[in-house]
């Protein structure tokens, strides 16, 4: 007798909890008096990493940076000319968060801090970025079994 043999195309979904997820902030500052402008965001970027090595040591966050200092100077223009020399002062972190509770305060305080920028925030799921066919296959092969009216179950050896 020939074994038979069913073939299913469909689709199925499946949850799966988010593993990690990157945060993107920069300690940024503008204003026309350099020094000032410095001074602020070094003040801010301090206890901002300050938070972040703490986490660190906590298992909050698996890894984080802060990027160079940047400071650059710009001449806005309006309607009557160019208006005074500005300067920004920003310096950049990245964090890699695991404890999605942590990430969560951790952007409720910085998020509203004066000198904080937000950058974006990405979620990763690990080797769940690419789901194998096999791991869905049985999904999609329930879901038709049912809109067929049938019972998968009924379907196994």
């Known amino acids: 007798m020939t074994p038979l043999e069913i073939v299913v195309r469909g689709h199925a979904r499946r949850r799966y909890p988010a593993e990690r997820a990157t945060l993107r902030l920069a300690a940024q500052v503008d204003g026309s008096d350099r020094q000032h402008v410095y001074d602020r965001a070094v003040a801010v970027h301090d206890p901002l990493s300050r938070e972040l090595a703490g986490l660190l040591d906590a298992g909050a966050v698996t890894r984080w940076h802060s990027d160079q ?3 650059f100077s710009y001449r806005p223009s309006s309607e009557h ?3 005074p020399l500005m300067y920004r002062v920003a310096v950049k972190v990245e964090a890699e968060f695991v404890d999605f509770e942590r990430l969560s305060a951790f ?3 910085w998020a509203v801090v004066e000198g ?3 950058g ?3 979620v990763f799921w690990g080797g769940r970025s690419e789901i194998k066919p096999s791991e869905v296959s049985p999904f999609a092969y329930a879901d038709w079994c049912r809109s067929v009216g049938l019972d998968p179950e009924s379907m196994r050896d």
Do not use: A, F, K
Request: hydrophobic fraction near 40%.
């Open 69 to 71: 200092l940047r400071v």
């Open 81 to 83: 000319g160019l208006r």
């Open 107 to 109: 952007l409720d305080r």
């Open 116 to 118: 904080i920028e937000v």
């Open 120 to 122: 974006y925030t990405n």
